[in-house]
Protein backbone atom coordinates (compact mmCIF):
# COMPACT_ATOMS: atom_id res chain seq x y z
CA UNK A 1 0.00 0.00 0.00
CA UNK A 2 3.08 2.50 1.03
CA UNK A 3 4.46 1.84 -2.75
CA UNK A 4 1.14 2.49 -4.69
CA UNK A 5 0.54 6.03 -2.65
CA UNK A 6 4.10 6.85 -3.65
CA UNK A 7 3.48 6.01 -7.31
CA UNK A 8 -0.12 8.34 -7.18
CA UNK A 9 2.52 11.18 -5.25
CA UNK A 10 4.74 10.83 -8.42
CA UNK A 11 2.06 10.73 -10.54
CA UNK A 12 0.87 14.17 -9.45
CA UNK A 13 4.07 15.84 -9.83
CA UNK A 14 4.04 18.55 -12.12
CA UNK A 15 8.16 17.79 -12.35
CA UNK A 16 11.27 16.38 -10.95
CA UNK A 17 11.79 19.07 -8.52
CA UNK A 18 12.80 18.66 -5.16
CA UNK A 19 11.20 21.70 -3.94
CA UNK A 20 7.36 20.41 -5.41
CA UNK A 21 8.18 16.61 -3.82
CA UNK A 22 8.82 18.38 -0.71
CA UNK A 23 5.52 20.02 -1.15
CA UNK A 24 4.02 16.73 -1.96
CA UNK A 25 5.51 15.16 1.21
CA UNK A 26 4.16 17.86 3.37
CA UNK A 27 0.91 19.41 2.57
CA UNK A 28 -2.90 17.98 2.39
CA UNK A 29 -3.77 16.89 -0.55
CA UNK A 30 -5.98 19.98 -1.13
CA UNK A 31 -3.49 22.71 -0.34
CA UNK A 32 -0.76 20.47 -2.12
CA UNK A 33 -2.59 21.36 -5.41
CA UNK A 34 -2.77 25.38 -4.73
CA UNK A 35 0.95 24.87 -3.88
CA UNK A 36 1.39 23.10 -7.19
CA UNK A 37 -0.15 26.00 -9.09
CA UNK A 38 1.93 28.56 -7.69
CA UNK A 39 5.11 26.75 -8.49
CA UNK A 40 3.75 26.31 -12.04
CA UNK A 41 3.20 29.75 -12.04
CA UNK A 42 6.76 30.55 -10.82
CA UNK A 43 8.46 28.52 -13.27
CA UNK A 44 6.78 30.24 -16.66
CA UNK A 45 5.04 33.24 -15.66
CA UNK A 46 8.40 35.05 -14.07
CA UNK A 47 11.25 36.95 -14.40
CA UNK A 48 13.49 39.52 -12.78
CA UNK A 49 13.67 43.09 -12.60
CA UNK A 50 16.29 43.56 -10.03
CA UNK A 51 18.31 43.13 -7.18
CA UNK A 52 20.29 44.52 -4.48
CA UNK A 53 21.22 44.04 -0.56
CA UNK A 54 20.63 45.53 2.50
CA UNK A 55 21.41 44.47 5.72
CA UNK A 56 22.02 40.90 5.35
CA UNK A 57 18.88 40.77 3.29
CA UNK A 58 18.56 40.29 -0.88
CA UNK A 59 15.81 42.56 -2.23
CA UNK A 60 14.89 40.70 -5.65
CA UNK A 61 11.92 42.86 -7.87
CA UNK A 62 10.23 39.86 -9.97
CA UNK A 63 7.37 41.01 -12.74
CA UNK A 64 4.50 38.35 -12.92
CA UNK A 65 3.29 38.31 -16.41
CA UNK A 66 0.02 37.16 -15.93
CA UNK A 67 -0.80 40.41 -13.27
CA UNK A 68 1.09 42.13 -15.51
CA UNK A 69 3.13 43.78 -12.19
CA UNK A 70 6.09 43.82 -10.36
CA UNK A 71 6.27 42.51 -6.56
CA UNK A 72 9.09 42.39 -4.24
CA UNK A 73 10.95 39.80 -2.53
CA UNK A 74 12.56 39.69 0.53
CA UNK A 75 15.01 37.21 1.31
CA UNK A 76 17.21 36.29 3.70
CA UNK A 77 20.00 33.87 2.82
CA UNK A 78 21.13 33.17 6.54
CA UNK A 79 17.77 32.33 8.34
CA UNK A 80 16.11 31.25 4.74
CA UNK A 81 13.41 33.57 6.17
CA UNK A 82 10.97 35.13 3.02
CA UNK A 83 8.46 37.42 2.30
CA UNK A 84 6.48 39.05 -0.61
CA UNK A 85 4.47 42.35 -1.15
CA UNK A 86 1.66 40.15 -2.79
CA UNK A 87 1.20 38.70 0.90
CA UNK A 88 -0.62 35.21 -0.29
CA UNK A 89 1.16 33.46 2.49
CA UNK A 90 -0.09 36.08 5.59
CA UNK A 91 -3.62 35.64 4.00
CA UNK A 92 -3.50 31.93 2.99
CA UNK A 93 -0.57 30.20 4.66
CA UNK A 94 0.98 28.74 1.67
CA UNK A 95 4.37 30.50 0.04
CA UNK A 96 3.37 32.26 -3.34
CA UNK A 97 4.87 32.07 -6.80
CA UNK A 98 7.42 34.94 -6.08
CA UNK A 99 8.54 33.31 -2.90
CA UNK A 100 9.18 29.94 -4.63
CA UNK A 101 10.95 31.40 -7.69
CA UNK A 102 13.51 32.67 -5.49
CA UNK A 103 13.74 29.52 -3.66
CA UNK A 104 14.45 27.63 -7.16
CA UNK A 105 17.26 30.78 -7.97
CA UNK A 106 19.02 29.66 -4.87
CA UNK A 107 18.77 26.24 -5.64
CA UNK A 108 16.63 24.89 -1.98
CA UNK A 109 15.44 21.73 -1.91
CA UNK A 110 12.84 21.72 0.99
CA UNK A 111 10.46 24.28 2.38
CA UNK A 112 11.70 26.31 5.13
CA UNK A 113 9.60 25.98 7.86
CA UNK A 114 8.79 30.07 7.81
CA UNK A 115 6.76 29.66 4.72
CA UNK A 116 3.68 27.30 5.64
CA UNK A 117 1.31 27.27 8.25
CA UNK A 118 1.55 23.64 10.33
CA UNK A 119 -2.15 23.82 9.83
CA UNK A 120 -2.09 22.95 6.39
CA UNK A 121 0.53 19.80 6.79
CA UNK A 122 -0.37 16.32 7.06
CA UNK A 123 1.04 15.80 10.36
CA UNK A 124 -0.77 18.50 12.12
CA UNK A 125 -2.81 16.12 14.34
CA UNK A 126 0.05 14.67 15.22
CA UNK A 127 1.74 17.39 16.74
CA UNK A 128 -0.97 18.75 18.52
CA UNK A 129 -0.81 18.10 22.20
CA UNK A 130 -3.00 18.92 25.16
CA UNK A 131 -3.21 20.20 28.56
CA UNK A 132 -5.74 19.18 31.42
CA UNK A 133 -7.67 22.25 30.20
CA UNK A 134 -8.19 21.11 26.28
CA UNK A 135 -6.14 21.01 23.13
CA UNK A 136 -3.93 23.55 22.38
CA UNK A 137 -0.80 23.59 19.73
CA UNK A 138 2.77 22.52 20.75
CA UNK A 139 4.12 26.05 20.77
CA UNK A 140 1.00 27.07 23.03
CA UNK A 141 1.20 24.99 26.28
CA UNK A 142 1.87 26.78 29.03
CA UNK A 143 4.02 24.64 31.01
CA UNK A 144 4.01 25.70 34.92
CA UNK A 145 4.94 22.47 36.54
CA UNK A 146 5.88 18.82 36.27
CA UNK A 147 1.95 17.57 37.32
CA UNK A 148 0.73 19.68 34.41
CA UNK A 149 3.63 18.33 32.19
CA UNK A 150 2.19 14.59 32.92
CA UNK A 151 -1.33 15.89 31.91
CA UNK A 152 -0.19 16.37 28.45
CA UNK A 153 1.88 13.51 28.08
CA UNK A 154 -1.32 11.85 29.08
CA UNK A 155 -3.15 13.28 26.63
CA UNK A 156 -1.07 12.73 24.11
CA UNK A 157 -1.07 8.97 24.57
CA UNK A 158 -4.57 9.30 24.53
CA UNK A 159 -5.18 10.90 21.08
CA UNK A 160 -2.64 8.20 20.44
CA UNK A 161 -4.58 5.51 21.56
CA UNK A 162 -7.48 6.56 20.32
CA UNK A 163 -5.85 6.72 16.60
CA UNK A 164 -5.14 3.44 17.29
CA UNK A 165 -8.65 1.99 17.97
CA UNK A 166 -9.86 2.87 14.57
CA UNK A 167 -10.67 -0.16 12.33
CA UNK A 168 -10.40 -2.23 15.47
CA UNK A 169 -12.71 -4.33 16.85
CA UNK A 170 -15.59 -3.73 19.32
CA UNK A 171 -13.89 -5.71 22.20
CA UNK A 172 -10.77 -3.30 22.25
CA UNK A 173 -12.84 -0.77 22.48
CA UNK A 174 -14.79 -2.02 25.45
CA UNK A 175 -11.78 -3.12 27.29
CA UNK A 176 -10.09 0.52 27.29
CA UNK A 177 -13.35 1.92 28.60
CA UNK A 178 -13.76 -1.10 31.13
CA UNK A 179 -10.30 0.12 32.56
CA UNK A 180 -10.77 3.61 32.05
CA UNK A 181 -13.81 3.22 34.38
CA UNK A 182 -12.28 1.38 37.46
CA UNK A 183 -9.06 4.09 37.62
CA UNK A 184 -11.91 6.37 38.01
CA UNK A 185 -13.60 4.48 40.99
CA UNK A 186 -10.51 4.43 42.80
CA UNK A 187 -9.61 8.10 42.50
CA UNK A 188 -13.06 9.23 43.45
CA UNK A 189 -13.08 8.40 46.77
CA UNK A 190 -9.76 10.57 47.17
CA UNK A 191 -11.29 13.42 45.07
CA UNK A 192 -13.42 15.97 46.90
CA UNK A 193 -16.22 17.73 44.73
CA UNK A 194 -15.81 21.67 43.89
CA UNK A 195 -18.37 23.90 44.86
CA UNK A 196 -19.39 26.27 41.97
CA UNK A 197 -17.59 29.38 43.72
CA UNK A 198 -14.21 26.63 43.24
CA UNK A 199 -15.17 25.88 39.93
CA UNK A 200 -15.57 29.49 38.92
CA UNK A 201 -12.19 30.35 40.49
CA UNK A 202 -10.46 27.55 38.49
CA UNK A 203 -12.30 28.62 35.54
CA UNK A 204 -10.88 32.56 35.56
CA UNK A 205 -7.44 31.30 37.07
CA UNK A 206 -8.24 33.80 39.84
CA UNK A 207 -9.45 34.21 42.99
CA UNK A 208 -12.40 36.05 43.38
CA UNK A 209 -13.21 39.44 45.35
CA UNK A 210 -15.96 38.75 48.07
CA UNK A 211 -15.70 42.50 48.57
CA UNK A 212 -18.58 44.42 45.98
CA UNK A 213 -17.94 47.72 45.60
CA UNK A 214 -20.14 48.21 42.91
CA UNK A 215 -23.60 49.00 43.41
CA UNK A 216 -26.62 48.44 41.39
CA UNK A 217 -27.77 51.22 38.75
CA UNK A 218 -30.64 53.54 39.69
CA UNK A 219 -34.21 52.05 37.72
CA UNK A 220 -35.23 54.49 34.83
CA UNK A 221 -38.50 54.83 33.20
CA UNK A 222 -38.03 54.96 29.70
CA UNK A 223 -41.38 54.48 28.70
CA UNK A 224 -44.34 57.07 28.34
CA UNK A 225 -43.99 60.63 29.85
CA UNK A 226 -44.31 59.67 33.45
CA UNK A 227 -47.35 61.31 34.53
CA UNK A 228 -49.20 59.09 37.08
CA UNK A 229 -52.72 57.90 35.93
CA UNK A 230 -55.85 59.63 37.44
CA UNK A 231 -58.23 57.96 39.18
CA UNK A 232 -61.78 58.53 38.26
CA UNK A 233 -62.76 60.53 41.56
CA UNK A 234 -59.64 62.28 40.60
CA UNK A 235 -61.06 62.90 37.09
CA UNK A 236 -64.30 63.88 39.10
CA UNK A 237 -62.68 66.89 41.29
CA UNK A 238 -61.00 68.09 38.20
CA UNK A 239 -64.17 67.85 35.98
CA UNK A 240 -65.95 69.89 38.70
CA UNK A 241 -63.21 73.10 39.48
CA UNK A 242 -64.00 73.51 35.09
CA UNK A 243 -66.26 76.33 34.23
CA UNK A 244 -69.87 74.79 32.73
CA UNK A 245 -70.78 75.17 29.02
CA UNK A 246 -73.61 75.21 26.71
CA UNK A 247 -74.71 71.71 25.52
CA UNK A 248 -76.30 72.17 22.19
CA UNK A 249 -77.91 68.55 22.46
CA UNK A 250 -79.92 68.53 25.96
CA UNK A 251 -80.19 72.64 26.43
CA UNK A 252 -78.68 72.53 29.85
CA UNK A 253 -75.47 73.99 31.25
CA UNK A 254 -73.11 71.65 32.11
CA UNK A 255 -69.51 69.73 32.13
CA UNK A 256 -70.08 68.40 28.33
CA UNK A 257 -71.36 68.83 24.74
CA UNK A 258 -72.89 68.03 21.90
CA UNK A 259 -70.04 65.03 21.59
CA UNK A 260 -70.02 63.22 24.77
CA UNK A 261 -73.81 64.21 26.30
CA UNK A 262 -74.68 61.69 28.56
CA UNK A 263 -78.14 62.09 27.03
CA UNK A 264 -79.73 60.35 24.29
CA UNK A 265 -80.29 62.62 21.30
CA UNK A 266 -83.11 65.28 21.82
CA UNK A 267 -85.08 66.39 18.68
CA UNK A 268 -86.17 69.61 18.19
CA UNK A 269 -89.59 70.15 17.50
CA UNK A 270 -91.01 70.96 14.15
CA UNK A 271 -91.31 74.30 13.59
CA UNK A 272 -94.59 76.02 11.68
CA UNK A 273 -93.72 78.00 8.44
CA UNK A 274 -94.89 81.49 10.05
CA UNK A 275 -92.53 81.32 12.69
CA UNK A 276 -90.07 80.58 10.47
CA UNK A 277 -90.88 84.13 9.15
CA UNK A 278 -90.99 85.78 12.01
CA UNK A 279 -87.78 84.55 12.92
CA UNK A 280 -86.46 86.25 9.82
CA UNK A 281 -88.29 89.02 10.16
CA UNK A 282 -86.76 89.47 13.77
CA UNK A 283 -83.31 89.05 12.21
CA UNK A 284 -83.85 91.08 9.06
CA UNK A 285 -85.02 94.17 11.49
CA UNK A 286 -82.09 93.66 13.88
CA UNK A 287 -79.69 93.97 10.74
CA UNK A 288 -81.39 97.21 10.29
CA UNK A 289 -81.43 98.78 13.10
CA UNK A 290 -77.31 97.83 13.49
CA UNK A 291 -76.82 99.45 10.30
CA UNK A 292 -78.94 102.51 11.61
CA UNK A 293 -76.59 103.05 14.45
CA UNK A 294 -73.57 102.65 12.04
CA UNK A 295 -74.70 105.65 10.02
CA UNK A 296 -74.91 107.26 13.02
CA UNK A 297 -71.88 107.29 14.32
CA UNK A 298 -70.21 107.92 11.25
Known amino acids: MRVSHVKIIEYLLFSKSALESDGARLFTHAVFEEFQEEY ?3 TNTL ?19 LRN ?31 LWIYLGNGLEKIPESS ?37 KLWSEVHETMGVLIGREKEHVEDLCKLIKEFRE ?8 MTKHQE ?41 SKPKRMCNN ?35 EEEEEENEDDELED
Open 40 to 42: KCS
Open 47 to 65: TSRGFSESNNMELNTVKDA
Open 69 to 99: RNFIVQYNPGTLESSCTCKLFERRGVPCRHI
Open 116 to 152: FAKRWTKNALRDIKSNHKGCVGVGDVDIIDKKQIEMT
Open 186 to 193: KLLPSVSP
Open 200 to 240: LEELLGCATNNEITILPPKISKNKGSGKRMLSNKAKAVACA
Open 250 to 284: CKQMAHHDKRNCPNPFVERPPQNVDDEEEEEEEEE
